[in-house]
């Protein structure tokens, strides 16, 4: 009697995934092409037995790490019997084959949440959005089964334990960082397919972007915690203190972020005016494609950096000719069809429309800004023309007056009106908030550091900026009502996710601002007893010891934090070395606050019994984060708006579409 092993069973359950997958890219279409009902129905129950055997073959590799069964090659690389249970179970995504198995799984999780949440949909197109993604989804299991098979087996030469988790990987961080970071990524693809299917079936209304903006806020505020917590992790986990390094596999997942953003802004404008139709799905198709050429720099080896996954070339082919299909065969579909859909409504050089429209285009050159300076030196690598880096003063240089750009039109878009303003009126509106900016920004460099920086200066004045021209925008808006908690009570709360959304990258503005020119740091060797001041602390390093961990082995310092004899905290940091690897690390030990942070992270011990100690004080550091969780906060109180719950008939929307525009 052959027994089937867990091994074997996710194999198993991965190809009738890929079967499944293949039917779910072909049927519905073609039901869609012929008008066969029958046909189109298939794509439902495809994508929903596609979702469960995926989730079956996930199951049975985490089942085998959580089992030690270091017969699966992909277990003996990356688990090891000493590994915490819980880093067993993240250990799963912790590489190459078991990463893309959870963004397969992810991608066909978000096919199951279109089949069930868009059943509003006419039939025709619900068909064609999940045959789109079953495409998608075929393409990567094809790449998993044909290249990266998880469960592949190391027999008869068994290990007798495991090579160890990469130490770097052993982190609470890592436990949520990839998950919220993929549904990012993938979730663009439901984008992305109800992008393709509308240029097919020649539809781009006010129904199609009601149904598209739930999907694309959802997937940009995952995507926006997802690029948060790498920048979390990377900040206490590689033991210098940065959060931001410009690094290639950074900026794979910034640049679809960039693109994602204008999106979220044109759907607003084609929802509401009926107007940029062609720009909105040109924007779909490349964000997704960004997506897949992240994908590829992390898979193709050829990076070299602590985020990358895998350094085989057959790997980075295979995905590359599924970028270039995927962008070659879509970009066809628009240019045969977009030019029958463009839109006729025009606006003024000063309303909203305009203000949009030129965020967008900040957006996009910011966007092509990253992609260039990544790009460049592995064109030039992989032409023989020589090995170059590009590094923080290339990006910031550019990147940052863009920034400044982009905040000052962000300002005047909230207030300003649709079609037309006059740019008076426009400025009456906002002088108040403008010349406020201006006087708090000016002032506080001063108050806090005691001289005039001009860095912080601007930084601050286009945060304040934001904020204050949301402030007025709020104003004029509730100020009519017969009160005021009337008046807020009659915004919507796509009108609040904007808000929200908005006064997030305010924060995290502020909080770049003041870390870039604030922080402190200081590298110094420290002795029992010894004290060291800095930022107005005083760091004594009070006791050394030894402590095992359960697979690591760690010299550990005690060192107490006063401030005018008062003490503040213990710090306890860390220098681990990993059994199985031999690979030494540093456990960052930190005192979090919202105006900074105290950080002290462990170096090597000196000849003289010393140990070598980073230590630095970082202001406003938490607000990086604090404001990335508010935008992507808006992002999904924006979905909660009750115009994208309804059940509307496709007469109904069309009919509201044409009373929007005419308005």
């Known amino acids: 009697m052959l027994t089937l092993t867990v091994p074997e069973l996710g194999l198993f359950a991965l190809l009738v995934a890929l079967g499944l997958s293949l039917l779910q890219a072909t049927v519905p279409l073609v039901g869609a092409a012929t008008r066969r009902p029958l ?17 079956l073959a996930y199951a049975s590799l985490t ?49 199951f949440a279109v089949s069930l949440f868009s059943r509003n949909l006419p039939r025709d197109m619900l068909a064609r959005v999940l045959g789109v993604l079953g495409v ?41 960082h990839p998950p919220m970071l993929y549904m990012g990524y993938v979730g663009f693809s439901v984008v992305f397919a109800f992008a393709i299917a509308a240029l097919i079936e020649g539809r781009l209304d006010a129904a199609w972007t009601r149904w598209v903006r739930p999907w694309t806020n959802i997937a940009w505020a995952f995507l926006t915690v997802g690029i948060a917590l790498g920048s979390w992790w990377a900040y206490y986990e590689l033991g210098w203190g940065g959060w931001w390094f410009w690094d290639p596999v950074e900026n794979s997942s910034l640049l679809p972020w960039l693109t994602g953003t204008a999106l979220i802004h044109s759907l607003a404008v084609t929802e509401k005016r009926g107007t940029f139709k062609s720009w ?91 992609l260039l300076g990544t790009l460049y030196p592995l064109i030039l690598d992989a032409l023989g023309l020589g090995k170059i880096s590009i590094g923080a003063p290339y990006f910031n240089s550019l990147f940052v007056p863009l920034t400044v750009l982009l905040c000052a039109f962000m300002g005047l878009g909230p207030v300003a009106r649709w079609k037309q303003m006059p740019g008076r009126e426009l400025f009456r509106r906002l002088l108040g908030a403008g010349v406020a900016a201006l006087a708090i920004a000016v002032t506080v460099p001063f108050l806090y550091g005691g001289e005039w920086n001009a860095a912080v200066a601007l930084g601050l004045v286009i945060a304040l900026w934001v904020v204050l021209a949301l402030g007025r ?44 020119n604030y922080a402190i740091e200081r590298n110094v060797r420290l002795a029992l007893e010894e004290r ?12 050394l010891g030894e402590r095992r961990g359960p697979n690591f082995l760690a010299d550990t310092a005690t060192i107490e934090v006063t401030r005018d004899g008062n003490a503040v905290t213990t710090l306890r940091p860390e220098k681990r070395l990993y059994i199985a690897r031999g690979q030494p690390m540093t456990d960052v030990a930190l005192y979090p606050g919202l105006l900074q942070d105290i950080y002290v992270a462990m170096g090597e011990e000196l000849n003289d019994g010393s140990w070598a100690m980073r230590i630095q004080v970082k202001p406003f550091i938490r607000w990086l984060w604090l404001g990335a969780l508010l935008m992507a906060s808006g992002g999904v109180l924006a979905v909660a708006d009750r115009r994208y719950r309804r059940r509307r008939s496709a007469v109904t929307e069309s009919a509201t579409f044409s009373n929007e525009v005419k308005a």
């Open 63 to 111: 089942a085998s790490f959580l089992l030690d069964d270091f017969s699966v090659a992909y277990v003996a690389k990356n688990s090891n019997s000493m590994l915490p249970w819980y880093y067993k179970f993240t250990a799963v995504w912790g590489s190459h084959e078991g990463s893309i198995l959870l963004w397969s799984l992810i991608l066909s999780g978000w096919g």
């Open 532 to 543: 060291i001041d800095l930022g107005g602390y005083v760091f004594t390093l009070t006791e």
């Open 136 to 176: 998608v989804s075929a393409g990567f299991l094809l790449f998993i089964v044909a290249t990266s098979n998880p469960f592949k087996r190391l027999l008869p030469s068994i290990p007798a334990d495991g090579a160890d988790l990469n130490p770097l990987l052993q982190d609470v961080g890592l436990i949520i």
């Open 280 to 370: 909105t799905v040109l924007l779909a198709i490349i964000t997704f494609s960004l997506s897949l050429l992240g994908a590829f720099l992390v898979r193709s080896g050829v990076l070299t950096s602590v985020h990358s996954f895998a350094n085989d070339p057959s790997r980075g082919l295979f995905i590359l000719a599924l970028l270039g299909i995927t962008v070659g065969v879509s970009l066809l579909i628009f240019a045969l069809r977009a030019p029958r859909m463009s839109a006729s409504v025009g606006f003024g050089w000063l309303s909203r429309d305009a203000l949009l429209l030129i965020n967008n285009i900040l957006l996009v050159t910011m966007t092509v800004t990253v």
């Open 39 to 55: 046909w189109m129905a298939f794509a439902e129950p495809m994508a929903w037995g596609q979702f469960a055997f995926l989730l």
């Open 473 to 516: 925008d709020l104003f004029g808006k509730v100020h009519n009502a017969s009160s005021p908690l009337a008046g807020l009570r009659k915004l919507s709360l796509s009108y609040w996710g904007m808000v929200i959304g908005h006064l997030g990258l305010a924060v995290t503005i502020v909080g770049v601002t003041m870390v870039s």
